[in-house]
T-cell receptor, first 110, second 112 residues
Framework: QKEVEQNSGPLSVPEGAIASLNCTYSDRGSQSFFWYRQYSGKSPELIMFIYSNGDKEDGRFTAQLNKASQYVSLLIRDSQPSDSATYLCAGNTGFQKLVFGTGTRLLVSP | EADIYQTPRYLVIGTGKKITLECSQTMGHDKMYWYQQDPGMELHLIHYSYGVNSTEKGDLSSESTVSRIRTEHFPLTLESARPSHTSQYLC???????????FGSGTRLTVV
């Protein structure tokens, strides 16, 4: 079992819809979680991080963390074609390294 | 604007050549990392460093080596390149408060 698991997708949503990306983790000691966006051929770009249970909102993005159920999610409201990318979930296990999931590919159709 | 720089951006070289991929950051971060990523595939950690004179091998076995003589500089070297080394190499650093990584633009290496 991978430490951080994501569905590889692709997740297809129409423009203007809410995209929901999910991630589960196995290490209960994980303290914080990060969402990265990676466009094809580019390097990952940090878009959100979350430390506490509950929701954290930043513009069109909302990160959700449920430590009891060991899952993290990213909601993208009003999805745009420019949001089409691979979204990587990463957990901080406390060993100063992030553990990345394999990523979920998101396709937003006009 | 990126504060972590990788050079070259693209490199095509012949089998058996020695190459060094450069990575520098101006943020004063102690922690630096090298990842290998094939197109459409996951990130694989190949080396990391927690500070000057500290280097460790990552989760993926790699024939490359790294050094950390200065805080800002974390080069990766392949002594004898092979076609199996063809990949994208991403360098990242992390601030001392353990926020997320900042990635460089990457080096796309092709060994022919």
């Amino acid at each position: 079992q991978k430490e951080v698991e994501q569905n590889s997708g692709p997740l297809s949503v129409p423009e203007g819809a809410i995209a929901s990306l999910n991630c589960t983790y196995s290490d209960r000691g994980s303290q914080s979680f990060f969402w990265y966006r990676q466009y094809s051929g580019k390097s990952p770009e940090l878009i959100m991080f979350i430390y506490s249970n509950g929701d954290k909102e930043d513009g069109r993005f909302t990160a959700q963390l449920n430590k009891a159920s060991q899952y993290v999610s990213l909601l993208i409201r009003d999805s745009q074609p420019s949001d089409s990318a691979t979204y990587l979930c990463a957990g901080n296990t406390g060993f100063q390294k992030l553990v990345f999931g394999t990523g979920t590919r998101l396709l937003v159709s006009p | 604007e990126a504060d972590i720089y990788q050079t070259p951006r693209y490199l095509v070289i012949g089998t058996g050549k020695k190459i060094t991929l450069e990575c520098s950051q101006t943020m004063g971060h102690d922690k630096m990392y090298w990842y290998q990523q094939d197109p459409g595939m996951e990130l694989h950690l190949i080396h990391y460093s927690y500070g000057v004179n500290s280097t460790e091998k990552g989760d993926l076995s790699s024939e490359s080596t790294v050094s950390r003589i200065r805080t800002e500089h974390f080069p990766l070297t392949l002594e004898s390149a092979r076609p199996s080394h063809t990949s994208q190499y991403l360098c990242a650093s992390r601030d001392n408060f353990n926020y997320g990584y900042t990635f460089g633009s990457g080096t796309r290496l092709t060994v022919v």
